[in-house]
């Protein structure tokens, strides 16, 4: 068993930026890729970033240039900074341990004036 919380979201204006954090507990030494996702309402999650365990990092094209991944193995965390946020990238976040079926609670991130 893995548990995932997430922290971080909030309000922030168009432009804004905001650091997610997800710390992993449990069985972590199963955790290889973790990702970020995001959830409109009444829509299906889409993947937002990965990385793996190297640090080898993958983004949505929405995101690109915007967003960052990384992670602290020691800390058992991976974060998403994201800079320039701008209205569309309000959503809910979630944490993922890639190729599982262990996620996060969420934590809502809105971007408005």
């Known amino acids: 068993q893995v548990q995932l919380v997430e922290s971080g979201g909030g309000l922030v204006q168009p432009g804004g930026s905001l650091k997610l954090s997800c710390a992993a507990s449990g069985s972590i030494f199963t955790i290889n890729t973790m990702g970020w996702y995001r959830q409109y309402p009444g829509k299906q999650r889409e993947q937002v970033a990965t990385i793996t365990r190297s640090g080898i990092a993958n983004f949505a094209d929405s995101v690109k240039g915007r967003f960052t991944i990384s992670r602290d193995n020691a800390k058992n965390t991976v974060y998403l900074q994201m800079n320039s946020l701008k209205p569309e990238d309000t959503a809910v976040y979630y944490c993922?341990?890639?190729?599982?079926?262990?996620w996060g609670q969420g934590t809502q991130v809105t971007v408005s004036s």
């Open positions: 993922h341990v890639e190729f599982s079926g262990y």
